[in-house]
């Protein structure tokens, strides 16, 4: 069972890639899982998420989507990812920190900390989304299926600048796509509130909600 894009090119030629949605699903499903385990040290969430949004793009286009193709581009990611990793692992601290004072009702200022504590924290999950997955398009096509190559290692590593100010530039030029992100991380945030088991599938969520953003901005 699959479906296929509407879309069809002006040419009259059919290049739409038919998609199997079980199989789409699925494949969502154990990234998503393998994103979560490499992110727990929170530094490696850029590097995490970045292999991630790549795996999904290779499956949709019908690449190599194997499990050892997702860890070779996570180890290819890392390298270069630290500073933004700390960034948002230090962020990440200072939010949950936020909340559990909120809960306790020792939080001061807590009218007006709190509601920006939320808009920071959707505006960074977004602009990291878009990063990671602006990624790979400075890394080079290579990444995650030949890591024996030194010139890819370097190009992949140097990458992360870029990959930033790209995802700067689109999430403000693109903000359509931004709001898309936002909706995903609202309903990220409502599935856990209504079952707190299932924070296992919001990391597959906001990969596959990362890819389809970027997918439409270029066909855009």
Do not use: C
Not at 182 to 208: D, K, R
Request: no cysteine; hydrophobic share 55%; glycine share 8%.
């Amino acid at each position: 069972m699959s479906f296929m894009d509407s879309t069809t090119p002006a040419s009259g030629r059919d290049d739409r890639i038919p998609v199997n949605r079980f199989a789409l699903f699925s494949e969502t499903l154990l990234a998503g899982l393998l994103v979560l385990v490499l992110s727990l040290p929170l530094v490696t969430i850029p590097a995490a998420y970045a292999a991630g949004i790549t795996h999904l793009e290779r499956h949709l286009s019908g690449r190599d989507d194997s499990i050892r193709a997702l860890w070779g581009t996570f180890r290819s990611a890392l390298p270069g990812s630290w500073k933004l990793g700390i960034t948002t692992a230090a962020a990440a601290v200072v939010i949950v920190l936020n909340l559990l004072l909120t809960m306790v009702g020792q939080l001061p200022g807590q009218a007006v900390v709190l509601p920006a504590t939320l808009i920071l924290a959707a505006a960074g999950a977004i602009l990291l989304l878009r990063t990671a997955a602006a990624w790979s398009d400075f890394a080079g096509p290579a990444v995650g299926a030949d890591q024996s190559t030194k010139a890819t290692g370097t190009k992949a590593t140097g990458a992360w600048p870029a990959a930033l100010a790209a995802g700067k530039a689109l999430s403000l030029r693109d903000w359509t796509g931004s709001l898309l992100l936002a909706a995903a991380l609202f309903a990220a945030v409502v599935f856990v509130w209504m079952l707190a088991a299932l924070f296992v599938v919001v990391p597959g969520t906001l990969i596959l909600a990362s890819a389809s953003v970027k997918m439409r901005s270029t066909r855009a």
